[in-house]
């Protein structure tokens, strides 16, 4: 599954006033998050992303991700997206004093109940509670 999001983060937006966007997405494991500043930004426009309250992209709570028509992909995320936080929060921020930028964020994960081929703790936890669901066995 996947979803894109885009946002005008108005000029002169100091990163204390900074924009939160809540960005839902379902149960599963996120794989894969790309950012895109278009060119013009210059570095001004700024963001990070949290998983909940996990700082995902990137992993610092002190960084940010920006770049001048240049797409960030980050890959083989593996994280996981539990009930109770199915969505993302995207944090945007704009030093430019004249102009606004307009960002985009793409995600991409897997939803719980489909398959998943990389070998994480995830989906082999997912893959123990099928096999003891179909052969009738006791939990760990």
């Known amino acids: 599954m996947h979803d ?3 946002y005008k983060i108005p000029a002169n937006t100091a990163h204390e006033d900074r924009v939160f966007i809540e960005c839902p997405v379902s149960h599963g494991v996120l794989t894969r998050l790309s950012v895109y500043f278009p060119p013009g930004n210059y570095d001004l426009g700024r963001c990070r992303v949290r998983l909940g309250e996990k700082h995902i992209a990137p992993r ?3 960084s940010f991700l920006t770049s001048n028509g240049v797409l960030i992909v980050l890959e083989d995320m593996e994280e996981n997206i539990t009930e109770n ?3 993302l929060i995207w944090e945007l921020w704009n030093k430019d004093e004249t102009w606004p930028h307009t960002p985009m964020m793409t995600a991409e994960w897997v939803g719980v109940d489909e398959p998943y081929a990389k070998t994480s703790a995830f989906s082999i936890r997912r893959l123990v509670e099928q096999m003891e669901e179909f052969f009738g066995i006791g939990g760990t």
Do not use: K, T
Request: hydrophobic residues 10%; proline residues 22%; glycine residues 0%.
């Open 4 to 6: 894109r999001w885009e």
């Open 60 to 62: 610092s709570p002190s």
């Open 85 to 87: 936080r199915p969505y």
